[in-house]
Structure formats: C-alpha cells, structure tokens
DNA sequence: AAGAGCTACATTAACGTTAATGGTGACGAG
DNA sequence: CTCGTCACCATTAACGTTAATGTAGCTCTT
C-alpha cells in the first residue's frame, strides 16, 4: 500500500508516444487534436487512472477554483443549512470549499483572513464577528472577492445576502399585537451585530404603528458571555436563568418576541416550571424555525429563515463578482423575505374578556 | 480597487536585490542566511505585506496541507460539533479544511471522492453513506490517507474514530429497565449503517443480561425517506408518524429507546397530544443529547456524545498516519463512550404500585 | 506548381515555491 | 604564501499544469 505516486500528463504522454500539451490539449477538449488522438489519448488517461492536479492548474491559471467559507458557529442550524447550501451551490459552479469557524472570536478571524489570502481563494463568504472591519478590508484589498452572509458590516464596501430581520420582525410584532396581546417584551441577543439591531428596529416599527404605549413594551438583553473555551452564545441557558425573573414578574396575555429559537426553548421551560401556560397566557414567537420548534408543546411560532436560499444566492453573487474581477460592480445587497410559521404559542385560547381556567 | 498583483518571492527578492532562494531560506528560518539580511528580508517581506503562495508550496512540497472531510449532514448536532472541533485542531496542525456535504446521497460521496483526488488533499475524514465502499477504496489506493469517522465500513481497512454506541445503548437500556419499565421499545432509524447496529446490539445485550422476556420487548424502525430533494432522514415528522401509533397503543410503565434526539421529539408531541405523560407513564431515552434535550418538559434523558472529542481525535488520528506515510500501521479504532444525562422523561414519578391518575 | 492557409502536433515559457548544487570571499593552518 | 574550510549567497532544476509560439506536412487556389 506504498502510495503510488501520481499520474501526470507526462506519464500519459510518453505512454502515447505525444508531448504533454498535446495531452493537456486533448482532456481538456480543446482544438488543434484530431479525434483519433484525443479518442486515444481519453482513453489511456482512464486506464492510467489520470486525475488532474487541481493545484498545479490553479497555479498557472491564476484562480484557485476555491471559495472560502468564514462562518461563527456550524451548530446553528441557520448556518449548517447555509453551508450545505454552500457547499452544494459551489459544486455545481465547479468550485471547492475552505471552510473556517470563527466561533464568534476575532482571532480565528484573523487566523481565517490568513488562510484564505495563503490560499489565494478567489471569494470569499464571510458571517463577520462584529464590528472590527480592517482585517477585512485587508482581504479585500488583497484582491479576493467578498460576499458578507447574514450579518451586514456597514463601514465596508460589500456586498450582503442575508434575511430581511426587520421587516420578519415587524411582522411577527404586528402578528404578536393581533393575538391580542396587551404587554410586549423583546428578548435579544446583546451582540453589537446588524441582525440584531434590524430586529428590533422592526419591532419599534410595529409598535409605533400600532400605538402601542413605552409602558406596555419591555426590551431584554441576554447576556452572552461564553460559559466555556468551545461555548458559543445564545445558547439556552442564559435565556433560561433570565425567563425565571419573566415567569414570575409577567402579566397575562403578554407576548414575547424571541431573537432566536434557542432562547425560546429557555423561555419554554422556565414558564413550565413556573406553571405558566404558553399560548394560553403568554405569546411567544421566535427566529429561525429550528427543527424542534414545530415539536414543542405548544409548537412554536417563528419566522422560518430560508438558509439555503441565502447560501445559494450567496454563492451565486460572489461567483458574479469573481467573473467580472475588477470591474467594482456596485454594492450589492440581497435580502430575502422571513415566513412567520403560526403554531401553538401565539394563539391565545382565551378569546377577549377574562375567563377562569379552562381546560 | 483592480485587484492588486500578489506579492511574490521574486518581488522581495529584486527589492533587496538578493536572490529569490535566499529570500526563501530567509523567511523559512533556515540556515545559510546572516542574521542580519534575514531580517532586512523579513522587514521587508512585511512592509510589501508578502503572502506565501500555500499553493505553489504545495506543488512543490507535494503535500497538500489539507485534509479533506466528507460528512452526511451539518444540520446534525453531532457533526456541527464535530466540524468545528476538526477545524479547531486541524488548523492548530497546520492544515485547512476541504469540506464536501453528501447529503446521505451516493453521487455526493463520488463527487466527494473526486474532488478529494484532484485537490490531492493529504487525508480524508469520512463520515460514510453506507454501504457502497468501491470509491474509498480507490480514494486510498491513490494514497490518500483516510480515517473513518462515527460510522464504520467493516469492508474496508481503514481506522475508525467513534463512540461506543453499544456500550451506550447497553446502559441507556439498563437505566431504562432500572426504572421499573415493563414494557421496552425500540425506536431506530432503518439505515444500514454501523451506528444503528451497535445500538441495536447493546439493546439487546442488556435485555439479555436482565432476562426480559421477547414478549415484552418491541423494535419498530422509523422510515428514513427523503420527504424532499434536500431533506435528510431522522427529522423528526417520520417518527412522529409512527408514534402516534405508540401512543394509542403502549400500556403504561414502558420505556422507549430512541435512536436520536430528532426522533424523540416526535414521539414528545404524538405522546403528548395524545394525552400521556412522558416520564410519568412512558418512559424516553434518546441519543445525541441535543441542545434542547434538556429543556424539554420533561427534560429528555439521553446520550451526551463528545463529539468534540471525536473530531480532534479523528484528526490527530489522521495527521499521525500522513506522517508516517505508506508505512501499513494496523487498523485503529478509537472509540469514546457516550454519557447518559439523566432527566425527567426517565424518572417515573410513580413508585411501584398502581396508582390512580394524581396532578 | 508555388505560395497561402490550414491541421496537427512539438517546443518553450510561465505560475511561485523549495531542494540540490555551484561559486566566491574571508580566514586560519601549515 | 598557499591551500582548504566555512559562511553566505547565486544558479539551476523541479513540482504539474496551461498558454504562446514554432514547424512540419497537407490541401487549396490560380
């Protein structure tokens, strides 16, 4: 099982008696080969067992046939769709993956810019750690290509294909407001990022829209600290420890508007165990449509995220930019629209006028 | 903004008018070189902000400084961990990560496998579609080090990093059984792959070793058809299905194991819109440990499975066979044993007697 | 029938890096 | 004073591929 070494165009050629470009020529169906050459040449290329060198090509031909993939957290399900899309997408458009995780830390960042300027990949997808810019603005002007994912960066020139948060927000606030909610409370990540902050600006719009009074609206921060080294934020427990203090202080028919699923699961349990009835007394509604919110008791309302479609576009506008190098195109930014997904939690089963226990 | 010519070897070279071995020697930190034109070099390499070319290295090193990972599917908490925590270590080693997503699909894994050769990657993690094993075999003819990951091919020589799933499905069992269940089932995936089977084994084993009788034990296999192009099995609507005949049907005081999370979820809802309270009546273990397994009401007993430390194993597992290159080390299998978290959906809250309906 | 134009290939160079081999000066030993 | 040694650097070749250029031999035209 010593490993054999490669088959080259050398070996192919000296094989048929032929110069390697006339081999390069043949396998990559170019012209100035007769058929009978090219014919013969396929076919001692399969029985070889000729594979091309993708690097040795990539070198000469100035493009790696590579896109980089910098994303903060596989583990959301938001990002792991997108990345089959990515993946997927890529394929098609015959380009390969390289992939790193940030885990939401600056550092692999930086470490994720160095490998993808040593690589020399031809774009790259970036779910950018807030706010630092200028590592960013280095790969940019190293010349690689750049497509931001999800999360906007506005002090750069790039392009963003991501989600439409503050229209999803506004309209899962107005859908809150409708259920017949009196008290609203928004429960978000603290992160200084641009999904955040385009959530709650939909949220602001809708209250103002409906009139609904300061004295009614009470807005959250969960604090993200990592509990951990491999700990990323917004995971339950934080959500949790803070929906205790909620369960107990909340007023019936309040709603809650959730920045992300996980959290809600925190809020689920902690009114559980509180021996308070989600969707009967109190709305909820969150983001991202994970797997489980579909299978809790009650089902979960939330804005259902189309990853793939992000990814694929995504893709699809960095490949874009990468055609036409150079030419600085305009900033471009795609959004795609959020689906609020109605279920349990946001449907009061409590028509209007107070009413004893039910059930 | 015209993308800028990379900065080359060459480039210093003529800048400090030495030569572009030197150059080379230099910033490799090899002999050969004063000290102080290494660091004139070096001075200079940063002010012209010099990228070595990972590529052109790799032509000539003839090592990719890559591995390559093939993994069914993202969106499964088990392989997210798992990706970061490969991409943790890997790039601690020095290497990048080539990512290809099968899907559970066949023609993926070929692709994958193709995509593998032609970037001449130095190693390759394999989560594998089961059972086909003709491609790996041909990936590792061509002298690409592989490392099976979590699913084994018995067919194929090749080491194997993973988790103990019967030693686990063994104990989940016995817990099970310890909490005065009757009646067990067993609800699993109908895929053929190694996983399931040892988990099936354990099952058994432990049945076997506390004597219950073939009467009192059932094992139903959940679909795993793809309800869509880029749908994966084991989402929990599959099991649903089929709990919702469970839940009509299982007498009280059973226990069921569920082959993941996903699908415990499923039987969470049939369960309880069927009226019957898990923990209390019905007994659930799952696997995988899914962040929200804990906040489920009731918490969802289940299998913590480090698949962190699978990952960093699998590397290094992998990185110690490229460096010991072509020299046959025999088949490793490292295995890590799984966790039982124990929760509400396994602690009967009845004692022994029959017991009129309480709460 | 002779130059023009084409077909089908060979030859040469290049991509950016590292390894192997060559060469030159200074310096110490005999 | 001369020869060998060593430190330091240059030169050459190589990795496997593609692009640009060169060159036979043939066909076609007139």
């Known amino acids: 099982m010593n490993s054999p070494r490669r088959v080259t165009l050398q070996d192919i050629a000296t094989s048929v008696g032929l110069s390697v470009n006339t081999v390069s020529r043949a396998l990559a169906g170019k012209s100035a080969v007769s058929e009978a050459t090219r014919a013969m040449i396929k076919a001692e290329a399969d029985r070889l067992g000729y594979v091309p060198n993708t690097m040795a090509r990539s070198l000469v031909l100035g493009q790696a046939m590579t896109i980089g993939v910098v994303i903060t957290n596989p583990s959301n399900p938001f990002y792991s769709r997108m990345i089959s899309a990515v993946e997927q997408r890529g394929s098609v458009l015959g380009y390969s993956m390289l992939l790193v995780v940030s885990e939401e830390n600056h550092t692999n960042e930086l470490r994720a810019v160095d490998s993808m300027r040593r690589w020399g990949v031809d774009g790259a997808l970036v779910v950018p750690v807030q706010p630092e810019v200028e590592h ?20 750069l020139d790039c392009d963003l294909v991501g989600i439409d948060y503050e229209r999803s927000a506004y309209e899962a606030t107005l859908h809150l407001l409708d259920t017949g909610v009196e008290q ?19 949220f602001h719009r809708a209250l103002a829209e409906r009139g609904v009074p300061p004295e009614s609206v009470r807005e959250l921060r969960v ?12 995971e339950p427990a934080e ?4 929906a205790q203090h909620l369960a ?5 028919r309040s709603g809650i508007l959730v920045g992300n699923d996980s959290f809600a699961l925190g809020v689920y349990r902690a009114f559980s165990e509180a021996g308070r009835v989600i969707g009967d007394e109190v709305a909820v509604v969150g983001f991202g449509d994970h797997p489980f919110a579909a299978y809790l008791a009650p089902g979960l309302t939330s804005v259902r995220l189309p990853a793939e479609q992000v990814g694929a576009a995504a893709v ?3 490949v874009a930019r990468i055609g036409r190098r150079g030419s600085a195109a305009p900033r471009a930014r795609i959004s795609f629209p959020g689906d609020l997904v109605v279920r349990g939690s946001s449907t009061h089963r409590q028509p209007a006028a107070a009413d004893p226990g039910s059930s």
């Open 136 to 155: 960013w603005r280095r790969l940019m002007a190293a010349g690689t290509e750049m497509v931001l994912v999800n999360r906007d960066l506005p002090e």
């Open 184 to 202: 609203v409370y928004l429960l978000e990540e603290d992160l200084q990022i641009s999904t955040v902050r385009a959530r709650v600006d939909g």
């Open 223 to 234: 604090p993200t600290r990592r509990r951990a080294a491999n700990t990323l934020p917004w």
């Open 239 to 242: 959500a949790y420890e803070l």
């Open 248 to 252: 107990a202080d909340v007023p019936p």
């Open 316 to 318: 699809d506008q960095l």
